[in-house]
Structures are given as structure tokens and as C-alpha cells.
T-cell receptor, first 114, second 113 residues
């Protein structure tokens, strides 16, 4: 039931853009995105609660398509500080109408070079 | 706010010993999550609590693992007996109502030799 993230790794030059995708085989209630730097704890970036919703944080934004059971994270004009591993963490929608925390995706390692 | 506080930061123990990891939630948060992170398996959800009640412990690997929340601000994760394959970084995280963003503690790096 682990969500699938792609790509597994990406290397960028400062100022370039990147897209990280997260897809689930199960219906989603919402999606979280986190960034983890080496040796540190994951840090919350944003949560998307509604289908089609887009949110932004600095030059990082995300979309959530509940019909496709997918979410994408967009990093615009990347900065050196964006380097790290990005995780999506979907909430699974279960039949009783309540949401259940799903484990995190395998992560996408993003490296931004000067 | 001091954030989510975990202790110890590092733990090295011998196989067969009991290990207890501790977590203090952010004041006002009512959901508590324990995760384990390894290179092979990534970030795995072990168990989570809402309002001190365990909601889902399906991620707990085996009976050697147990977690408690004796009050609204504190939780423990115990491994007894510990095995080398338990070596990992263990994170706890807290949130408000379980659907807001999670705040993670700094983690406990456990090494079982």
C-alpha cells in the first residue's frame, strides 16, 4: 500500500524547475508533503485536502487529483536549500468515510547544484 | 515551543536487551505517531494514537514491540528483546487532530549489536 514516487532521484542546477509525482493504488483523502535533509527529521511542507487543490510554499507548490489518485510537487527556480529527500504521505479513504494514515512513499532525492 | 522531544538521541545496545524510546508531544497536539526509518524500507508507520488511544498498530512488526501513551503529552516505544534487525532511526511525530501537518522529533538512532 506504499505510494509510488517518481522520479527516485533528480539532479538540478540552481534556478531549474522540477516535478515530483506521487501516486496511490487506493482512493486518497488528502496528501502531505515533507522534506528531509540528511541526518535530520522530515519537515512538513504542505497538506492538500481537496481534489484538484493547489497550494504553495515559497516557490514550492503542489496539486492533488483525487480522481487520478495522484499528487505532484512543483519546485520552481530551485535553490540550494531545496536539496533533500521529498516524501509524500497520503491519507487513505476508507469505506466508512473516515480517513486512515498511509505510510509514506519511498522518497525522491533532490540535489541542487550551484 | 520546544517542539517534539525524543530521547535518547542515540542508543547502542546488545541483542536481547530491552530498549525504551521516549517522546514528548507538542503541547496541545492530540495525535502521536511512531515511525521507523531504514534505507531498505524507508519511513514506516508503526503505530499512532489519537487522544491517548491507540488507533492503528498494524505497522508494529512483532510482539516484541509495544507502545504506550500514559498521558496526553508523553509516549514510549519499547522493544523487548531487541534484535540487530531493529537497528534504525525511530521518529515520533505529533499533530493536531491527526490531519494537520506532522511535527517530527529529532529521532533516536538505535543500533543493536
Amino acid at each position: 500500500q506504499q505510494p509510488v514516487q517518481s522520479p527516485q532521484a533528480v539532479i538540478l542546477r540552481e534556478g531549474e524547475d522540477a516535478v515530483i509525482n506521487c501516486s496511490s493504488s487506493k482512493a486518497l483523502y488528502s496528501v502531505h508533503w515533507y522534506r528531509q535533509k540528511h541526518g535530520e527529521a522530515p519537515v512538513f511542507l504542505m497538506i492538500l485536502l481537496k481534489g484538484g487543490e493547489q497550494k504553495g510554499h515559497e516557490k514550492i507548490s503542489a496539486s492533488f487529483n483525487e480522481k487520478k489518485q495522484q499528487s505532484s510537487l512543483y519546485l520552481t527556480a530551485s535553490q540550494l536549500s531545496y536539496s533533500g529527500t521529498y516524501f509524500c504521505g497520503p491519507y487513505l479513504l476508507i469505506s466508512s468515510g473516515s480517513a486512515r494514515q498511509l505510510t509514506f512513499g519511498s522518497g525522491t532525492q533532490l540535489t541542487v547544484l550551484p | 515551543d520546544a517542539g517534539v522531544i525524543q530521547s535518547p538521541r542515540h542508543e547502542v545496545t546488545e541483542m536481547g536487551q530491552e530498549v525504551t524510546l521516549r517522546c514528548k508531544l507538542i503541547s496541545g497536539h492530540n495525535s502521536l505517531f511512531w515511525y521507523r526509518q531504514t534505507m531498505m524500507r524507508g519511513l514506516e508507520l508503526l503505530i499512532y494514537f489519537n487522544n491517548n488511544v491507540p488507533i492503528d498498530d498494524s505497522g508494529m512488526p512483532e510482539d516484541r514491540f509495544s507502545a504506550k501513551m500514559p498521558n496526553a503529552s508523553f509516549s514510549t516505544l519499547k522493544i523487548q528483546p531487541s534484535e540487530p534487525r531493529d537497528s534504525a532511526v525511530y521518529f515520533c511525530a505529533s499533530s493536531l487532530q491527526g490531519v494537520d501537518g506532522y511535527t517530527f522529533g529529532s529521532g533516536t538512532r538505535l543500533t543493536v549489536v
